[in-house]
């Protein structure tokens, strides 16, 4: 089961289910994804520990810098790691380990919202933060028959990133 402050628990019903047979589909979702990103976005990632939410913000990071090299570590001891590209500020945030909305607004997240491209794990404390109005949400599901698949459940925050993610899904198929 899912981490997630759902009023059912577990995913609930959104608009883009996408599979992923492998880690290399993981990073490539990523990839093509950042591909559409601009700063001000939120990308808000869900699942349990070991669904593929860093290894999708790495491949992510690394596409957006246009920089395989770069060094991409988890954010769960630093809870941030920011990046740059020209003009356009990245902040990697893993919210995991907080426990109060204190230890948060010590963050200053918040002020990252709206300029900055942010993507950020375990967000459950965040999700109803005005500031995030308008953040795609992904949740990351691990199948149990397959060790390696994921379904990754996308609710779009714009129509940008529903265009996006529509033309991913057709390149897919």
Request: aromatic share 10%.
């Amino acid at each position: 089961m899912l981490k997630t402050d759902h009023p059912q628990g577990g995913i609930p019903i959104v608009p883009f289910q996408l599979t992923s047979s492998s880690e290399a589909d993981t990073n490539l979702w990523g990839q093509r994804l950042a591909d559409h990103a601009i700063a001000g976005d939120v990308f808000l990632l869900y699942g349990d520990i070991g669904a593929g939410k860093s290894v999708f913000a790495r491949a992510f990071i690394k596409k957006f810098l246009n920089d395989n090299d770069v060094e991409v570590p988890s954010p769960t001891y630093t809870l941030v790691q920011t990046y740059e590209r020209g003009e356009v500020e990245i902040w990697h945030a893993d919210l995991y380990r907080l426990t109060s909305p204190a230890e948060l607004d010590a963050l200053s997240l918040h002020e990252a919202f709206g300029s900055a491209l942010c993507l950020v794990e375990w967000p459950e404390m965040i999700r109803s933060m005005p500031e995030i109005k308008g953040a795609t949400e992904i949740w990351f599901e691990q199948v149990e028959q397959m060790a390696d698949q994921r379904k990754l459940h996308i609710r779009p925050g714009n129509l940008r990133i529903t265009e996006a993610v529509r033309s991913i899904q057709a390149g897919f198929a």
